[in-house]
């Protein structure tokens, strides 16, 4: 690899040609370092899913906490009693959703009679 011609010597191609001298020694070497690889890709695979698990689980805690926002103001432009966010938090995602779908309803229709 140390005679490569300057136009060759990338990183790809580096990294290509150990792998071919990897594998070419014997099959033991070769199964060897196949396994290496499989074992690397196993933890690549583990922990871009746990990467993508924790991304899903922000996004719904942010979205909680946008529509526990929402319910407070609109609780507030009605002139209702504002919920505390402790017992907002104990609602689940799908009672806050109906819930903000139930103050944006009764806002559109005080607006829609002048009210």
């Known amino acids: 690899m140390d005679s490569l011609p300057h136009a060759l010597d990338v990183p ?5 040609l150990g ?6 020694p014997s ?3 070769r199964e060897r370092y196949e396994s290496h690889l499989k074992m690397q890709r196993d933890i690549y695979t583990a922990m871009a899913e746990k990467l993508d698990e924790g991304r899903k689980q922000g996004l719904k805690r942010g979205l909680a906490k946008s529509r526990r926002d929402d319910i ?8 209702r ?3 505390s966010l402790d017992e907002l938090r104990t609602l689940p995602p ?3 959703e109906d819930l903000a779908a139930r103050l944006h309803a009764e806002l559109r229709a005080r607006l829609a009679n002048g009210s």
């Open 94 to 96: 799908p009672e806050l």
């Open 19 to 24: 792998d071919l001298m990897m594998i070419s």
């Open 81 to 83: 009693d504002v919920m």
């Open 72 to 79: 407070r103001r609109l609780q507030e432009i009605s002139g």
């Open 12 to 16: 790809e191609l580096r990294w290509a």
């Open 27 to 29: 099959e033991m070497e």
